[in-house]
């Protein structure tokens, strides 16, 4: 199984950045992309940021300009930096990795999330 662990989250006031970090680990053969999303209570869940193994990154309208997805040198990490936080960005954050175990099996993992506060 892949798992994914997410941290960084916490509580910030409006203006102010945050840093989250993903980690994926196990049976990974090829990891396709990874993104993060956002999640708020009777909300639904929504695209913040996607990277592929190619480095082409997307971004939801939202964010543009505020937030920033990058790959690290350590394994299967990704990072999203979050700047100039604004209330609207409050949410859970869950990380999302889509690739393969192996030759032909496919894995669409998630993490718990990690819980972004961004006061006014």
């Known amino acids: 199984q892949v798992q994914l662990v997410e941290s960084g989250g916490g509580l910030v006031q409006a203006g102010g950045r945050l840093t989250l970090t993903c980690d994926a680990s196990g049976s990974i053969y090829r990891l396709i992309a990874m993104g993060w999303y956002r999640q708020a209570p009777g909300n639904q869940r929504e695209l913040v940021a996607v990277?592929?193994?190619?480095?082409?990154?997307n971004y939801a309208d939202s964010v543009k300009g505020r937030f920033t997805i990058s790959r690290g040198d350590a394994q299967n990490t990704v990072y999203l930096q979050m700047n100039s936080l604004k209330p609207e960005d409050t949410g859970v954050y869950l990380c999302?990795?889509?690739?393969?175990?192996?030759?032909?099996?496919?894995?669409?993992?998630w993490g718990q999330g990690t819980q972004v506060t961004v006061s006014s």
């Open positions: 990277t592929t193994s190619g480095g082409s990154t």
């Open positions: 999302n990795a889509r690739g393969y175990t192996n030759m032909v099996l496919q894995f669409d993992s």
